[in-house]
């Protein structure tokens, strides 16, 4: 059973810093794309960053040259330096893995479980 597990979130000032960090486990055996996404109090979720297994990264405008995603393909970990925080950063962030299933010989979507990040002073 493929599991994602976050953590790293938390209450932070504004201008400072959070890293957060999602592992997947659980009989994977290739994972393509990683990526985050956040949801804040009444809105939708969207895209924050996204990494594939190879290539260039892709982020949300807002957070561009703020953060940065990166992954450990040896740890099946991605990571989302945030930086420069700002109020309108707070939101449950979301990890999310494509997955390669060799026994049902397709790829899926997994989520992980949300960390809470506050920007707040």
């Known amino acids: 059973q493929v599991q994602l597990v976050e953590s790293g979130g938390g209450l932070v000032q504004p201008g400072g810093s959070l890293r957060l960090s999602c592992a997947a486990s659980?009989?994977?055996?290739?994972?393509?794309?990683m990526g985050w996404y956040r949801q804040a109090p009444g809105k939708q979720r969207g895209l924050v960053a996204v990494?594939?297994?190879?290539?260039?990264?892709n982020y949300a405008d807002s957070v561009k040259g703020r953060f940065t995603i990166s992954r450990d393909n040896a740890k099946n970990t991605v990571y989302l330096q945030m930086n420069s925080l700002k109020p309108e950063d707070t939101a449950v962030y979301y990890c999310?893995?494509?997955?390669?299933?060799?026994?049902?010989?397709?790829?899926?979507?997994?989520w992980g479980q949300g960390t809470q990040v506050t920007v707040s002073s």
């Open positions: 999310n893995a494509n997955i390669y299933i060799p026994t049902r010989v397709a790829s899926y979507d997994y």
């Open positions: 659980g009989g994977i055996f290739f994972i393509n794309a």
């Open positions: 990494i594939p297994s190879s290539g260039s990264t």
